[in-house]
């Protein structure tokens, strides 16, 4: 409407529900061909994640939560949950009481995206505040006892929604003074800090549920301590100015650059 070209996203958007439209046309009968058969979707952008919480800021947004109450104790288990295993709010939504193993210290994902399933693991001080709120917290909540998620909703009367989980979330972030990003914020700082204490990308796809590495190699890119450390060390005017530190018989820059 502006004049300007649709992004990828937006074209995307509008060209594939046609593909699926003329596939189930000709899967019914109702086409002789699919004339959409030849129509290529534009490549998908891949973006950096805006914010990158640090280790201190996670630490800062999981310590805003009132202790004293037991609102503020199911959302710290939520919350380190989040951190711990990168799950997606939607994943977190359909979890149930029987999804932690504590013997065994994982966490199975049933029908996740993609309609898989996939069991991961969850380290000792999740679990820690996972068990605190299911045995105090929890039981105290409830109303109706058919309910069976693993995090209630304060009423007691059912599970918390996906929007239910943003909205705890969130509060935590923007008092901590960060304006954007929600859930997934957990989802990106637990992935890019494992790869940057020496995770495999393999390992850290199987803990996203990636399909593809493609899409866990983004955090290769953001992961720029790891890099620096690597430029330091193998770079020859990084080594040369380790070995001059007062950088005065370094040599002046070429007027070519």
Same mark, same amino acid.
């Given at each position: 409407s502006n004049g300007e070209a649709l992004t990828s996203r937006t074209q995307r958007t509008a060209v594939q529900p046609l593909q699926v439209w003329f596939r189930w046309m000709v899967q019914?009968?109702?086409?002789?061909?699919?004339?959409?058969?030849?129509?290529?979707?534009?490549?998908?952008e891949k973006r950096l994640p805006r914010t990158i919480l640090t280790v201190e800021q996670v630490e800062d947004v999981l310590n805003q939560c009132d202790l004293t109450t037991a609102q503020g104790i199911r959302d710290r288990a939520l919350l380190e949950l989040l951190w711990s295993t990168g799950i997606r709010r939607g994943e977190v939504a359909v979890l149930d009481i029987h999804s932690a193993d504590f013997g065994r210290q994982i966490l199975t994902? +049933?029908?996740?995206?993609? %309609?898989?399933?996939? !069991?991961?693991?969850? @380290?000792?001080?999740? *679990?820690?505040?996972?068990?605190?709120?299911?045995?105090?917290?929890?039981?105290?909540?409830? +109303?109706?006892?058919?309910? %069976?998620?693993?995090? !209630?909703?304060?009423? @007691?009367?059912?599970? *918390?929604?996906?929007?239910?989980?943003?909205?705890?979330?969130?509060?935590?972030?923007?008092?901590?003074?960060?304006?954007?990003?929600?859930?997934?914020?957990?989802?990106h700082a637990m992935a890019t800090q494992m790869l940057e204490n020496g995770a495999d990308l393999r390992w850290i796809q199987a803990m996203l549920g990636h399909r593809s590495v493609e899409s866990t190699q983004i955090y290769t890119h953001v992961s720029i301590r790891a890099l620096q450390a690597v430029h330091a060390s193998t770079h020859p005017a990084e080594q040369r100015a380790a070995a001059e530190p007062d950088g005065t018989d370094a040599p002046a820059a070429s007027p070519q650059g």
């Open positions: 019914q009968h109702l086409l002789l061909a699919n004339p959409a058969a030849d129509l290529e979707l534009p490549r998908q994902i +049933v029908q996740g995206k993609w %309609k898989q399933d996939r !069991v991961i693991p969850v @380290g000792e001080r999740a *679990l820690w505040w996972l068990e605190r709120y299911m045995l105090d917290v929890r039981p105290q909540i409830l +109303v109706n006892p058919d309910c %069976k998620a693993l995090f !209630v909703a304060m009423d @007691g009367l059912a599970g *918390l929604t996906v929007a239910g989980i943003t909205r705890a979330v969130v509060q935590y972030l923007r008092a901590c003074g960060i304006d954007k990003g929600s859930c997934h914020l957990f989802r």
